[in-house]
Every structure is written in C-alpha cells, then in structure tokens.
C-alpha cells in the first residue's frame, strides 16, 4: 500500500506542469543550480551544507561573482517540494539558500518543508527585500546598490560586508551600529580586488577587534 502512495506522489510530480510564473505562496521556485558542499564563508565556515541557488537578483553590484542569476526567467520554476526531497537526500542537516536573491520570493513554504524534515536552514541575502521564511541563520550581506530593508538588521545573525574600496570600512560600521549585539561582524575582500584590499582588512581588523575576516575559502579549495 504504501509503496503504491509512493509511485502515485513521483508520478504526480512528473505530470504536473510547472506554472508560467512564480506563484504567490512559493510552491515553485526559479532554481538555478544546487549543490552538495562545504560552506565556504562567515560564520559557518567549513561545515558541510546542500545549497540551493535561486534565479532572479535586481540589486546589480557591479562586481557579483554570479551575475548568471540576475535573470529569473533563465532558470526553471521546479517545485520546492523537489528541491526538499533533493536536499534530504545528503548526509548534512542543513541548507543554504541563494541566490540571485532569495528574498524576491515567498520561502515560508521551503523552509517549513525543510524544517519538518529536521534540516537547518540558513539564508544569504543583501536583506534588499522583506524577509520570508523560518531561519535558523540569517547572513545579512548589505548593499549599497539596494540598501536593505530597515527590519532585517535587528534579525541577523551574521554581517558580512564585502569590501571593494575603503569606504565600504565606513558603510559596515553604519549597518554595524543597527544589528543586535550578538550578531558577528564580518570584512570580506571582493575577489578581484583581495590582493589590494585583504592587507587594509588586516589592519583595521587588529585596530577594531569586533570585526573578523571571512575569505571565500571555497574558492582556494576550487570546489562550488
Ligand atoms: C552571490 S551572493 C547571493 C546572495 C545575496 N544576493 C547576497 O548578495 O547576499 C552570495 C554572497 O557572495 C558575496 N559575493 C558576491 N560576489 C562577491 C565577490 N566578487 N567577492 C566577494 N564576495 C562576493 C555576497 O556579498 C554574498 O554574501
Ligand atoms: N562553497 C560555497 N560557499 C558559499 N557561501 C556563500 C555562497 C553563495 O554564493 O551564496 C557560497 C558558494 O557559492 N559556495
Ligand atoms: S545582491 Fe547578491 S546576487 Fe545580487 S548582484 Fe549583489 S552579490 Fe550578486
Ligand atoms: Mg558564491
């Protein structure tokens, strides 16, 4: 019996056209890749995480290293209830969601399904949007292209502020001030530019302590 319930679900999932656009509630979500991989940045540093990439980012930092996200209408609408079944899959209990960025869309309904299969799940974000969803870590990573909403501040776990020239030193301390005080605050070198900006990081790291570097370390270990 329960095998035949079993077939019925797969094949209902095969049939079921996916709709033309994003729906409401979040049912179906613009994937544009996932993964099985360690994280590579912050807090989280080093722990084994299955990443799910949504399509679709109108915040257009000019250096993004994922610019293939920006348009939503390039990657499929795929069911979250596959993306779940795909995640539940891998050894390690918890998910990231990406993007793109994730908060153009409802993920109230991804993340209850991923919470009720005992999975963490962890955002990155620029917060330029509300936040939906239930999070057990939230990466706030502001932008000054499309500030984040005022809400998110006091809501994250972790500010991770990419630094490109130096007054983006200036631009973390602004966000800094408005976090709770057991939020971890985080300097990131933009790729392109971390030969040049990781010694200024350095330095102001050692003069104001509460700050910490995260490198992309998946990027040294060249794996996703
Ligand atoms: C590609 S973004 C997607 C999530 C969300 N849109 C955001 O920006 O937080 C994932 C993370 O990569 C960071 N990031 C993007 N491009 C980068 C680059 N060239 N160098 C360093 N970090 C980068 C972002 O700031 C963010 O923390
Ligand atoms: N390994 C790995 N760690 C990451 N942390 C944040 C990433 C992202 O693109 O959101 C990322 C990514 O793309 N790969
Ligand atoms: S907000 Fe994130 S995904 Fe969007 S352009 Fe900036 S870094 Fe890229
Ligand atoms: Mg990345």
New binding site residues.
């Given amino acids: 019996m329960l095998n035949v319930d079993l077939e019925r679900t797969s094949i209902n999932q095969q049939v079921t056209a996916p709709p033309k656009e994003v729906p409401a509630d979040g049912s179906f979500l613009p994937l544009m890749e996932e993964f099985y ?6 807090y989280n540093t080093g722990k084994a995480a299955y ?1 799910i ?1 949504l399509g679709g980012c109108d915040v257009g930092c000019h250096w993004c ?2 610019k293939e996200s920006w348009d939503a209408a390039l990657h499929p609408l795929t069911a979250a209830d596959t993306i779940v079944a795909n995640a539940a899959r891998h050894p390690a209990r918890a998910v ?1 969601i ?1 993007g793109g960025e994730p908060l153009l869309y409802n993920l109230d309904y991804l993340c209850n399904e991923l919470r009720k299969k005992g999975i963490k799940t962890f955002i ?1 974000t620029s917060g330029a949007y509300p936040l939906s969803g239930s999070w057990d870590w939230i990466c706030l990573s502001p932008k000054k292209f499309k500030k984040p909403v005022p809400e998110i501040l006091s809501l994250a776990n972790e500010l991770k502020v990419i630094v490109f020239n130096k007054s983006d030193f200036g631009w973390a301390e602004e966000h800094a001030s408005h976090v709770s005080s057991l939020c971890k605050l985080y300097l990131q070198p933009e790729w392109s530019k971390a030969e040049e900006t990781t010694p200024l990081i350095i330095d102001y790291v050692k003069e104001n302590p509460r700050w910490q570097i995260s490198l ?1 370390t ?1 990027k040294f270990m060249n ?2």
């Fill in positions: 991989t360690i994280q590579g940045e912050g990443f990439r290293d994922v990231v990406t990155e992309q998946h794996i996703p």
